[in-house]
């Protein structure tokens, strides 16, 4: 059957991996995406979505740059802004320590060229007259946002149809194999697919597969905790943070506000079975008491969901971003620890480049595969 | 043994009387004040009516109910007013909220008997002030002694439509049409497989010929347009079989198309659903003792799918000894278990005399609200399918995209409207579309920060 | 929606008060009863602009019946009992 051979075989329909197949198809390759579920089913669709720069690891900023750049233009790329919107971030301290981080962190986001204005002990409450007490400074990010993460990947993804990719969801590949020129690829329900490259952007299920080829990663499941409350009238316009990250919330203009804080539990599954998470009650109570210390007002309104999802978790907290080192044509890129949804769109643009060009601007050492072993070593 | 048992409806009733008379003793967990469920949903004190008025030809089964209900709260460790919002099978714990108190309730098995809510279809102008579900309309009149309006018209089909127009014009309230939705041949077609119910079939020609003998508008396989009015109701529409539009004043509708399951905790728990063709709804997987695959959590009553207050009942009571047989105990469950199957048989007859008006759902104009939560209408709905997304080939996608259920209520009211419409936009059958996925909390709680308190 | 007071309407009185204004009820009324049989006409807005809601199912499952009480907080009209000198607010 000829629709089963391709240039190209993404492995992941998370926000990354459907960027991937679109820029790979406007450039006139042969993709097909194999997605297990539906496409933005698990830690590109249920986060948080933050479109956040400030705060990351340094190594991460060329790459939240020219991410930045693209949501700029979502609407171009993938037909839908996503609901993205430019609210700015605002990373907040909630003692002398936590304070001492934001300013550190400006020099980082300088040398970046990331605007970043530190607001001060003073500032911060009349500018932000509803944030609670403990709150004693602000590092606001004003290019910083947020998106609605159930709208990307599938808008990414139709995107790729309409530039020419095969988009296959339902498609749970279970067996890997390379026989020297072809990636041979079989599902659970028995069809094959080959190319002579593959891209594995399978979040968590990611190490499953750079394990497959002889190159395993200490990866472990993620499902960060989130809730969401019933409508209010809209007052929170920044997206927030804290220094240490153990809650953050966002208002959406509906009135909505969506809070994350811990993790839940999961089990990712194996091959042919289908995975599951879920919000765990005591963290979501702990989230809620975190969120009311934050912002006052919140208490008693009505949390009317909770959810959570499946991302890959690395040691280090940044992903694997790559070439393989064990087999040509391979390229990696998976374990974004819970902080993925702002990269996806360059991350299928970075791994275009990889592909197609042999190279990319962005630099890739910090996230290569090989850095566990070394380490180990 | 830790049980805990959730309901206190006939099925709750029933499976904590057979808990006890075991010897054990179990958590028993109920939202309302009194317990009772909603069939036979007992007044406040101070109400002064007797059971033969409050229920009619049920007045010796729900007294019975109440019976055993008030004689198994003192034996039980008897929790009113509590929401369990939330289930881990894993730990097998339930999350309660009471009175602003969370707690957990460790379990070892635990008996859902979550009951069921009205089946509704979205109608031009149902969010008015003064719209309500044909339940609604009966724990008004039955719990409160009240009409929802003066002058009201009931919209549906099945056996509670023409007994809730009854009870209303017994009461003393206007009635200002029966609609049914339902052709009269359907329910002609069907009625030989009802006589096999005891008396329910004879029950609902009696309220049919009383209401026509008292001269209330009746009209049947009518296609409804509109509830009209301007902040309230003042009006409905429809379209006779033969096409024709009518027209009734009224300042209060009751609409209901049969019932569906609030599944909610069992889906929490885990256990998979099916698809039942026959009741058009979508019922968590058990045996016919309330067995699911999922270790220690049993099922019973019309919240494992729909079997009436009767079916219920026996269900509570099977589903109990289903526990203690799995227990080691020794357990007589051979005449129970006939009765279930009899009732099972008269029940499949009354489906297909009342079946669901899928056709309705699917063929609402695209300016109709069909999530009341979230105001979103039924063309923003079927866009889902046509970009800029990848269309939405089930529900829990064409949530993600429109946000249908993503409000206070989580689809239990839209739900199986919305997916009739995209299954009809899809032009695929409504199983292929699925479900809309359960989330915590089964039902809004407030965002505080109090102590967890766990009892054993 | 005005509901109609049909039978059992010899109990006690209760007085509570909707936004300031007075709600005359009946010992046993649900906070819903009590409100749409008072006069109020309506329970709360719907946030997206579809107009005034006075609860659908009363049963608690609809969600459409949310007000807030002084001192109890946000509670479904539904399946509160009124009481005496309840403080009302729509919503």
């Known amino acids: 059957m000829n629709d089963t051979r391709f240039d190209v075989l993404v492995v992941g329909g998370g926000g990354a991996g459907c960027s991937a197949a679109l820029h790979l198809a406007q450039r006139g390759t042969r993709v097909a995406l194999l997605e297990r579920g539906l496409v933005g089913g698990q830690a590109s669709g249920v986060n948080y979505g933050g479109v956040r720069q400030q705060g990351r690891n340094p190594a991460e900023l060329p790459i939240a740059r020219r991410s930045r750049e693209l949501w700029g233009r ?13 609210t700015g971030h605002l990373k907040l301290a909630r003692n002398d320590a936590e304070e001492a981080n934001l300013v550190a962190y400006l020099d980082v986001a300088k040398q970046h060229g990331l605007p970043l204005r530190m607001v001060g002990r003073n500032a911060i409450h009349v500018e932000y007259p509803w944030l609670g007490p403990q709150v004693v400074a602000g590092s606001f990010a004003p290019e910083d946002g947020s998106a609605n993460p159930r709208l990307l990947a599938p808008a990414l993804a139709r995107a790729a149809q309409d530039a020419g990719a095969t988009v296959l969801e339902r498609t749970e590949v279970e067996h890997y194999a390379h026989d020297g020129t072809l990636f041979r690829l079989r599902t659970v329900d028995g069809r094959e697919f080959t190319a002579p490259v593959l891209l594995n952007m399978a979040g968590f299920w990611g190490g499953r597969i750079a394990e497959a080829f002889g190159e395993p990663v200490p990866v472990k499941p993620l499902s960060p905790n989130m809730m969401v409350t019933e409508p209010l009238d809209y ?18 203009p509906r009135g909505n506000v969506i809070i994350g804080a811990g993790h839940g539990e999961n089990d990712p599954g194996q091959p042919g079975q289908v995975p599951w998470s879920r919000p765990v009650p005591e963290v979501t109570m702990e989230g809620a008491r975190l969120a009311i210390a934050l912002v006052p007002a919140l208490e008693g309104v009505q949390i009317i969901r909770s959810w959570t999802g499946i991302d890959g978790n690395m040691p280090d907290k940044i992903p694997v971003i790559g070439p393989s080192s064990t087999t040509p044509g391979l390229f990696h890129a998976f374990g974004f620890s819970g902080h993925g949804f702002q990269l996806g769109p360059a991350i299928g643009a970075i791994m275009t480049e990889l592909v197609l060009d042999g190279h990319t601007d962005i630099p890739l050492e910090a996230f290569r595969i090989t850095r566990f072993a070394e380490a180990a070593a | 043994m830790k049980v805990a048992v959730v309901g206190a409806g006939p099925a709750g009733v029933r499976a904590v009387e057979a808990l006890l008379a075991a010897g054990i003793r179990p958590v028993w967990i109920d939202e309302a004040m009194d317990g009772g469920g909603r069939i036979y949903q007992r007044p406040p004190t101070g109400m002064r009516r007797d059971a033969r008025t409050l229920y009619g030809f049920e007045a010796a089964r729900a007294t019975a109910l109440h019976a055993a209900l008030d004689a198994a709260k003192p034996r039980a460790d008897w929790r009113p007013e509590t929401l369990a919002w939330n289930i881990r099978p894993g730990r097998q714990q ?108 004879a029950k609902g020609l009696y309220y049919i ?4 003998a008292h001269g209330v508008r009746i009209a049947e396989g009518v296609t409804p347009l509109a509830i009209e009015g301007e902040g309230s109701v003042s009006g409905i529409r429809w379209r006779d079989a033969k096409g024709a539009e009518h027209h009734a004043d009224c300042d209060a509708v009751g609409i209901g198309w049969g019932l569906k399951p609030e599944a909610q905790l069992a889906d929490l728990a885990g256990v998979p659903f099916n698809f039942d063709a026959l009741q058009h709804n979508w019922v968590p997987r058990r045996d016919a003792a309330g067995r699911t695959p999922v270790g220690g959590i049993y099922l019973a009553g019309d919240g494992s799918g729909i ?45 297909k ?16 609200i069909f999530c009341r939560c979230e105001n979103l209408t039924v063309g923003e709905l079927r866009a889902t ?67 967890l308190v766990t009892t054993p | 929606m005005k509901l109609a007071r049909l039978r059992d309407t010899d109990r006690p009185p209760l007085h509570l008060e909707l936004e300031g204004r007075a709600i005359a009820a009946m010992e046993g009324d649900t906070l819903l009863t009590a409100l749409l049989a008072g006069g109020a006409g309506h329970l709360r807005e719907s946030e997206f602009g579809d107009g005034a809601r006075a609860g659908f199912c009363l049963m608690g499952a609809c969600q459409d019946c949310w007000v807030s009480v002084e001192g109890l907080g946000r509670v479904r009209a539904c399946a509160t009992l009124a009481k005496d000198g309840m403080k009302v607010r729509r919503g």
């Open chain 1, 74 to 86: 979502m609407k171009e790329l993938a037909g839908t802004e996503a609901e993205f919107t430019v």
């Open chain 1, 235 to 252: 007052f929170i316009e920044p997206n927030l943070g804290v220094v240490g990250g153990n809650v953050y919330l966002r208002q959406i």
């Open chain 2, 94 to 201: 339930l999350h309660t909220l009471s009175a602003g108190t969370h707690g957990v309730v460790e379990y070892d098995a635990a008996i859902l008997c979550t009951g069921a809510m009205d089946r509704v279809v979205p109608v031009k102008g149902w969010t008015l002030p003064g719209v309500t579900t044909m339940g609604g309309a009966q724990i008004a009149l039955k719990s409160q002694g009240c009409g929802i309006g003066q002058r009201v018209a009931f919209l549906g089909s099945g056996p509670l439509l023409w007994l809730v127009a009854y009870q209303y014009a017994k009461a003393g309230a206007q009635v200002a049409a029966v609609l049914d939705t339902t052709p009269f041949a359907a329910k002609a077609a069907a009625a030989p497989g009802m006589l096999r119910g005891p008396a329910t079939f």
């Open chain 2, 209 to 212: 010929g009383w209401l026509r």
């Open chain 2, 307 to 351: 079997g009436g207050a009767e079916v219920a009942e026996l269900a509570g009571a099977r589903a109990a000894l289903a526990l203690l047989e799995d227990a080691g105990r020794k357990v007589e469950t051979a005449a129970l278990d006939r009765r279930l199957e009899k009732l099972a048989r008269f029940r499949s007859a009354l489906e």
């Open chain 2, 353 to 368: 005399a009342f079946p669901f008006p899928a056709h309705l759902a699917a063929g609402l104009p695209d300016d109709a």
């Open chain 2, 385 to 451: 399918t046509a970009g800029p997304q990848i269309p939405a080939p089930e529900v829990n996608r064409a949530k993600a995209i429109s946000r249908a259920g993503m409000g206070r209520c989580q689809g239990r009211v839209c739900g199986a409207a919305a997916a009739e419409i995209l299954a009809a936009r899809l032009g695929c059958g409504v199983a292929e579309v699925g479900r809309l996925r359960g989330q915590a909390p089964v039902k809004p709680i407030p965002l505080t920060a109090p102590p």
